[in-house]
């Protein structure tokens, strides 16, 4: 059996948020500037134009990138050889805690939705757990912005409705939402599974890398199309015209039910903050024998 | 090229502008958000005195991050103005001119605007740490107890904008 410090998880929970609030992927980036050299919209471009100064001024000053820090939304992939002695979801919020309390970091959690009374601390955490084999850990997390997650949607479809479907309810989805979940956008997609299922296979989706490629050709297709045409809707930046409404689509598939079809479009704003970390355990020696 | 705007924004000036104009404003903005608004229009509702006068004032959508030791501010980019569309007409009503925010307003709205010869200017969304760097004053003005969310008197200096709904009720969406 191996462990896991439970200090080690809360210092790099800690971490990986207070560098997210500030720093994006290169390859996030890369599209930005690469989109920006292709925008002939002037609204666009100078959008595209501040968005990437933005970047570099929240690196140079050590300021968040976006006032809103976000929800906290992690994924585990736990080793099973891996034991914990210690609350581990505990030990994430505790982490989560002393970045946003630490980190002057907005907090944005209200402890009801009906009394809308703050938590101070940006705690709890949303927190889902995968096993996996060996004895690592695996930690993604995201500060996820309140202004696309409003924008996000889900449907249960007729399996009749097939592809073509989908892809409508996709267009409509981020067609209707225009400038509000801040674009260009990440999107992603789930299809399959069931209600709840659905609704973390597209949240999974934003987690992939830009330049990730599926390997299940039907996902991989779909990822090509939606592409295609979501930039073609002229939502653009911030939603004011543009041949750049998205800079990726990710769709994540499961299984599903012979009378279902779910959809689910979970929106990433240009804001597309995300870290990960892969720590070890620690082999655990029994000192009795 | 940018037109440049001093606070408090004049008739005169509003009527000069058109949708999709990028303008650079100076000068003193207030800001508020969801809860500061509802607190607003209770207040209004009651016949009470609202904690700073609106009138020919701008307001700004937004709820920064906090201010570290050396800072003025946080990041502070705009939230969502939609959210705002059935509290503004009580502040217009008030004498409120101007109003900065994200993404576009209710249909309805246009005609708030138009009614009261206001303005709705776009900030743009997740520019939090390029904003930040407009602010030259920040102070607490009332609701300290809504934190983020709270009325704060900014000073600004040059804070990037585009017209979004003009005076006529013109809107760029």
Do not use: W
């Not at chain 1, 410090?5 to 560098?19: F, G």
């Not at chain 1, 399959?192 to 990730?212: M, S, T, W, Y």
């Not at chain 1, 959809?263 to 655990?284: D, F, P, Y």
Request: charged share 25%; aromatic share 6%; glycine share 8%.
């Amino acid at each position: 059996m191996y462990k896991i410090e439970r200090n080690s998880i809360i210092e790099n929970v800690k971490r990986m948020l207070l560098e997210s609030v500030k720093t994006l992927d290169k390859e996030v980036i890369d599209a930005f500037q690469s989109s920006r050299d292709k925008e002939e919209n002037p609204l666009a471009k100078s959008i595209l134009n501040k968005i990437i100064q933005n970047h570099e001024i929240a690196n140079s000053k050590d300021i968040p990138l976006c006032q809103d820090t976000g929800i906290v939304v992690v994924f585990l992939e736990i080793g099973r050889e891996l034991h914990f002695d210690y609350d581990l979801d505990e030990a994430i919020n505790v982490g989560v805690r002393q970045a946003y309390v630490d980190g002057y970091l907005r907090k944005s959690i209200v402890k009801h939705p009906l009394n809308r009374i703050n938590t101070l601390d940006n705690t709890p955490a949303v927190i889902h757990h995968d096993f996996i084999p060996g004895n690592k850990i695996i930690i993604h997390i995201a500060p996820k912005g309140g202004g696309s997650e409003n924008m996000s949607a889900l449907k249960m479809l007729s399996p009749s409705e097939g592809k073509e479907g989908i892809i409508n309810f996709i267009l409509k989805t981020i067609k209707e939402a225009g400038g509000r979940p801040c674009p260009p956008l990440i999107v992603g997609v789930g299809i399959g599974g069931n209600f709840e299922k659905v609704a973390i296979l597209a949240k999974k989706a934003i987690f992939r890398h830009l330049d990730d490629v599926t390997i299940n050709p039907y996902d991989k297709e779909l990822e090509i199309e939606l592409m295609e045409k979501i930039n073609k809707l002229d939502v653009g930046p911030m939603g004011l015209g543009g041949i750049t409404t998205c800079i990726g689509v990710k769709v994540n598939s499961f299984p599903c039910h012979i009378a279902s079809l779910p959809v689910a479009v979970n929106l990433q704003c240009h804001s597309a903050r995300k870290s990960e970390v892969t720590l070890v355990g620690k082999e655990i020696t029994n000192t009795n024998n | 090229m940018e037109k440049k705007l001093q606070t408090p924004i004049t008739n005169e000036v509003i009527k000069t502008l058109s949708v999709g104009d990028e303008v650079l404003i100076s000068g003193y903005i207030y800001t508020a958000r969801d809860a500061a608004h509802k607190l607003l229009i209770e207040l209004i509702e009651n016949n009470e005195p609202l904690p700073f006068d609106v009138k020919d004032q701008v307001v700004y959508y937004v709820g920064p991050t906090p201010a570290k030791p050396n800072q003025v501010i946080g990041a502070c980019g705009p939230t969502s103005s939609y959210r705002m569309d059935k509290y503004s007409p009580y502040l217009m009503e008030k004498g409120l001119k101007v109003m900065i925010g994200k993404g576009d307003r209710s249909k309805e709205f246009n005609d708030v605007v138009a009614k009261y010869k206001g303005l709705y200017l776009l900030a743009i969304g997740g520019l939090g740490a390029k904003l930040s760097q407009c602010v030259i004053e920040n102070e607490l003005v009332a609701f300290e107890h809504l934190q983020s969310e709270a009325i704060r008197r900014l000073k600004v200096v040059d804070f990037p904008a585009i017209v979004a709904i003009d005076y006529q009720g013109n809107s760029i969406f």
